[in-house]
């Protein structure tokens, strides 16, 4: 098949492709990143770029997305656009995202998996003709440890003679539990780093800590770079079961983007990544086997089944994580389905476990979990919330970057905040629930979540009234109209937009009243409300209870408490109790599956309303 170049601008990336292949495909062929929500099937329109030459007809979907006025532009959609001749593509801007870094502090006593231990080892003679390793045993012996008891990988084997002959038999052990995972010349003991990952469906958390002080050297974060295979789980989970490659693509990717914000954060904090010895990782069940290269395919099909939720500990080197050679991966545990080992790490975070009062913790995202309890007794469930919240499948939706509509009131008028400042060029999902509370305040739009006409309003949204608009065949309400933007189209909220927030909302309002059931308790008996995450550390909480995502008798007792996974994941490497802890914690707690749970449809169904 003749192959054809596209050149990406700016950058002059160019990368050989198969005629037919789509701009999409040369992208990823060509290792650029970018943000395709709805997996690539031509569905959501937020791939929009500018083919500068050699573009084609545009295809069926791209005519139904895209107006007259933006193909005469050369505007087209990478993931349908396809290439039959040497072609020059545009890519937008690169929007800086806004990610939730800032994770809570909670004491703990320091008790490093990996210890460094200092030996002069004794010299063979013709008298004492032990082996080497034997040797080494003996010296570590004083130590505290049982010589019987010690292993050492084949691999390390084979270096040691030549290794500690190099040194002048002055050797630095690096030992994990009674198996000694390295060893390196000389006294190598003054540094001792690791990372703490956060890798969720969006966005990916790294800290780097000093394992021996706990002290917090820098923090680091990206976009994950498997969003441009899908914006949810489930089209991660089809990606890796429906494309040739599909699941080592996202393997791979996740990977990378781990080594590179590792070399990320040597480079800041001064230091050589092999001073790292120790990665924890915090992730949605789906994204932890994903980081694995375990298919999550059963994770998606009744029963919902895992292929792993114990804790799990790997060499760095089995998984091509480039830190020091003897360092270790410390997966922390799932608990069922899609209740994840981020979850587990909120949890350790909070110390839910501890607490004599009943409390409710939320991660509101793409796949909402929400715990409920204290130390009697802990249910979690997951709520399949969808991307709305991240803004995907919403008209003018995107996700917390320069550019997005972040908060909006109805004061005087309407009046909005854009992130970064500057002309808007979309709405992020904590303004959709300012918008859609506001607009239920007002009357512009009933319990039902209908949009009423401009005949029905009352005197307090008449002033509002000319923002009441159509768009293709559906009511809609304009946020900023097309000479307020930043790319000339207007930003609104349409009927379909408010529909995807029902449903957004009801998964979670369900998902509390049933643990709520299932704990038999309401919604007084709740003393604190802890949300945790991007979206609930910057939604509104007024909003929030407004529209009936949290019970409006909890909106005085919500605290935000930021990447509370980021801190049980920090907490879980620096110290190895508190890792086995979470572990407790997984186990501790009961998972409610709420596909199953008795008249849950119903439940649902009332809790779309608002």
Known sequence: MKEYTVVFQPGDAAVEVSAASTIMEAMDKAGIDFDFPCGGRGKCGKCRVRVLSGAGGPTAAEREILGPRELSAGTRLACA????????????????????????????????????????????????????????????????????HLDIPVALLRRLPETMRRADH?????????????????????????????????TIVGYLLDLYSGKELCAVSMLNPQTRFGAD?????????????????????????????????????????????????????????????????????????????????????DLNIDINPSGKIFMLPNIAGFVGADTSAVLLATELNKSQDIKLVIDIGTNGEIALGSRERMAACSAAAGPAFEGAQISGGMRGAAGAIDHVRFEAGLA???????????????????????????????????????????????????????????????????????????????????????????????????????????PGDIREVLLAGAFGNYLNPRSACVIGLIPPELENKIKMIGNAAGTGAKLALLSSSEYRKAAQIAEFVEFVELGSYPGFNGIFARNTYF
């Not at 003991?189 to 956060?198: S, Y």
Request: hydrophobic share 40%; net charge neutral; with cysteine.
């Open 233 to 317: 789980v489930i089209s991660r989970i089809n990606f890796a079961n429906r494309e040739d490659g599909g699941l080592d693509k996202l393997h791979k990717a996740v990977l990378e983007a781990v080594n590179k914000l590792i070399g990320e954060a040597a480079g800041k904090a001064g230091v050589g990544r092999e001073q790292v010895y120790g990665v924890s990782i915090a992730a949605n069940t789906c994204m932890h086997h994903l980081f694995l290269g375990v298919n999550p395919r059963n994770i998606a099909v009744s029963p919902y089944v895992s292929a792993v939720s114990e804790p799990l500990v790997t060499g760095a080197r």
């Open 416 to 522: 909005y905040s854009v992130i970064g400042g500057g002309r808007p060029l979309g709405i992020c999902g904590s303004a959709l629930l300012d918008a859609v509370a506001g607009l239920l305040e007002l009357g512009i739009i009933n319990k039902r979540g209908k949009l009423l006409p401009r005949d029905q309003l009352t005197n307090a949204a008449a002033e509002l009234k000319d923002r009441l608009v159509e768009q293709e065949g559906q009511s809609a309400f304009l946020l900023a109209g097309a000479d307020k933007t930043g790319h000339g189209r207007p930003v609104m909220i349409t009927q379909s937009d408010i529909r995807e927030l029902q449903l957004a909302k009801g998964a979670i309002a369900a998902g509390i009243r049933v643990l709520m059931e299932t704990l038999g308790i309401g």
């Open 81 to 148: 656009a396809k290439v039959h001749g040497h072609m020059s593509v545009e890519l937008p801007q690169r929007l800086e995202h806004n990610v939730l870094m800032a994770s809570g502090e909670r004491n703990c006593r320091i008790e490093p998996h990996l210890k460094k231990i200092f030996v002069n080892v004794e010299k063979p003679s013709l008298s004492a003709q032990r082996s080497d390793w034997r040797r080494l045993k003996d010296s570590l012996a004083q130590y505290g440890y049982g010589t019987a």
């Open 170 to 202: 002055c050797l630095t052990v690096v030992m994990h539990g009674s198996e000694a995972a390295g060893i390196e010349e000389h006294d190598t003991t003054a540094a001792m780093l690791g990372m703490a990952l956060d890798i969720g469906t969006t």
